[in-house]
């Protein structure tokens, strides 16, 4: 099969390209590094299967980060048919330095100047023909994100295919001292075939930025934004939630009781209070994960990450790490395991582990879960979201702690230059997709996770049979008692124990196994758990939760990410200890206050 490999620097919409070719659903995002990795996707092209080869962002060909490197490796170890070199059409001139490292690797290429739609509103002229005319290549001009200019590409791209570029050998002379010549060859394209306005008219972005990168109105308006989201979240997804869990529950009494009537009691009780249960209480939160994501998609599309990145560079610097790691710690709002694969934009190694080492406190949309349903379980619908921004702040709060503890064993001085895109609208069909990604991921560790970890809650709950269900005698009850003298002090009973040990796999699993251990779903479950607890008991299970370990995949990230057992340990045995001395102190210190 042919291949078609995705070259270009970071940014330039490679990505959003590859989805528009293949339908795929590669992760858009306006900040340089959102691809780490190589995604493949197979498409039909003049009657035959194309692969197409999504690949990390590179500035030159002789980078050594690790995202820079999976090009390199993947370059080597199989010379793709055709690259398509992407290049942003409004900063041709910057660009053009990778062309020419590519030209040397003798390779047949098409090259494409994306977002034609932003040069033509900035004034940037651009002649392809003459262009391609005066380099022997073709030249395309499109938007990949809009569409225009797409087919005439896919035309020369189906071409190229089929006939190799004629004038391809001779161009190609490997050495360095030829550099010169074509990079004057180069200038001299440039003058004839791009013209740029000499001042730039001012844009959106200039007077956004004037607000946003405010000295001083910078932070508050960050802060606001997203207290306002998380207000947001909370006013929109939790009335959603109830809905979903009240329909499901009529379904169970409806549809699900009926059809297991005739069974024996442990199975039905299996089916029911176990599995249907434990799932339906997890698919609940569907809708709060569209919800989230939607708003992440315009975080991440809008070009806001590098402002944010710009505005904490300097106080991330006090703590050892760089403005990316914010924006790390930002992307793993959404989840932490595409976080810690980000940092392998960093090139220093000590730079990238103590950022790995803070990302885990980022409180990612699966902890979201928990404690929207805790906090909506234990407060009043006016303080639950000033609850769920505190959480936000003591997710900072402890990669900060962190950061400054640890830093002087993770010393590096890497220099970090930082591009400010525009700012870009996300598309509603980028928005769908991207909300369909998540849904997709979610369901697949609902199958992969919820599932196995009801069941298994269900048992331990149950076993043995001659134990009164829930109760001190069975296996969770026995686990429970046993974990009591490190659980106690922190205000967490044997129930919760369960819960917290489950939540380890994943957080997903943690409001689903309370509704298997009190056998109770949606409003019945946060009645009793709002019976059982108070409010400072739940806030020092939410800070446990927020704090340890955030599952399973994200140790596994991290051990193959760091490739350094002892180092994944080492971040495994911290944020425990740091999560259980958090909790110790709010537990202690509030009953100590009275409340
Ligand atoms: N205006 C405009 N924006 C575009 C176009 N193509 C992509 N974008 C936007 O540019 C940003 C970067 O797009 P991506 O597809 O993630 O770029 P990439 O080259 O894959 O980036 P990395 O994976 O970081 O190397 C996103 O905000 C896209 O929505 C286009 O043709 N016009
Ligand atoms: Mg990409």
């Known amino acids: 099969m042919k291949r078609i490999a995705l070259l270009g620097m970071p940014n330039t919409g490679k990505s959003t390209l590859f989805n528009r070719m293949t339908g795929g659903a590669a992760r858009v995002g306006n900040w340089p590094g959102i691809t780490v990795e190589l995604l493949s996707g197979k ?344 609850v769920l921004f505190s959480l936000y702040l003591f997710s900072f709060a402890a990669a900060i702690l962190t950061a400054l503890l640890f830093r002087s064993k993770f010393q590096s001085s890497e220099p970090f230059v930082l591009e400010l895109p525009p700012y870009r609208f996300p598309t509603l069909r980028q928005m769908l997709l991207r909300g369909w990604i998540e849904v997709r991921h979610f369901l697949s560790r609902a199958t992969q996770f919820i599932i196995a970890g009801v069941v298994l809650v269900w048992l331990l709950t149950n076993l043995p049979s001659s134990a009164v269900a829930g109760g001190p005698d069975t296996l969770a009850g026995m686990i429970g008692t046993a974990l009591h003298p490190i659980f106690a002090p922190i205000g967490i009973n044997e129930q919760l124990t369960i819960a917290l040990i489950f939540g380890f796999v994943a957080k997903e699993i943690v409001i689903g196994s309370l509704a298997v251990i009190y056998g109770l779903s949606g409003d019945a479950l946060s009645g009793a758990l709002g019976m059982q607890l108070d409010w400072v008991q739940a806030y020092s299970f939410m800070l446990f939760t927020l704090v340890y370990t955030p599952c399973l995949s994200s140790i596994a990230t991290l051990r193959t990410e760091a490739k350094d057992i002892g180092y994944t340990l080492f971040t495994l045995g911290w944020s425990l200890l740091l999560a259980w001395s958090l909790s110790f102190v709010f537990y202690q210190s509030a009953r100590a206050l009275g409340y």
């Open 43 to 386: 498409i039909l092209l003049g009657g035959d299967m194309v692969e197409i080869i999504d690949l990390p962002g590179i500035y030159d060909l002789h980078g050594f980060s690790d995202d820079e490197q999976v090009v390199r490796h993947f370059l080597h170890d199989n010379v793709p048919d055709l690259a398509l070199v992407i290049l942003n059409a409004t900063q041709i001139e910057r660009q053009m330095s990778l062309l020419l490292q590519l030209k040397q690797l003798n390779m047949n290429v098409v090259v494409l100047l994306n977002m034609s739609d932003e040069a033509r509103k900035y004034g940037i002229t651009i002649n392809s023909e003459k262009m391609s005319e005066m380099l022997g290549l073709p030249i395309y001009l499109l938007s990949g994100k809009y569409g225009a200019g797409y087919q005439d590409a896919l035309q020369a791209v189906t071409k190229a295919l089929r006939y190799p570029t004629p004038g391809m050998a001779e161009q190609l002379r490997s050495q360095l001292e030829q550099d010169e010549h074509i990079e004057s060859e180069m200038a001299r394209v440039l003058h004839h075939a791009v013209q740029v306005p000499a001042q730039m008219p001012e844009h959106l972005t200039d007077k956004l930025d004037r607000v946003m990168l405010h000295p001083w109105l910078g932070l508050p308006v960050f802060f606001g934004i997203m207290y306002l989201v998380f207000q947001g979240i909370f006013l929109l997804g939790q009335p959603l939630q109830g809905w979903v869990a009240e329909a499901l529950s009529w379904l169970r009494s409806a549809a699900m009781e009926p059809a297991v009537a005739g069974t024996p009691p442990w199975l039905s009780g299996l089916l029911l209070d176990g599995i249907y249960n434990g799932v339906a209480t997890v698919a609940a939160f569907v809708p709060i994960i569209v919800l989230f994501f939607l708003f992440m998609a315009m975080v991440e599309d809008s070009g806001y990450l590098s402002r944010a990145a710009f505005l904490m560079d300097a106080l991330m610097a006090k703590m050892g790490l760089d403005g990316r790691g914010f924006v790390m710690l930002l992307m793993g709002f959404g989840c932490n395991v595409p976080a810690l694969m980000g940092t392998r934009v960093m090139r220093s190694r000590s730079l990238r582990l103590l950022t790995m080492l803070v990302i885990p406190f980022s409180l990612c949309s699966a902890r979201l879960q928990v404690f929207v349903f805790i906090s909506a379980a234990l407060f009043s619908p006016q303080h639950a979201p000033l």
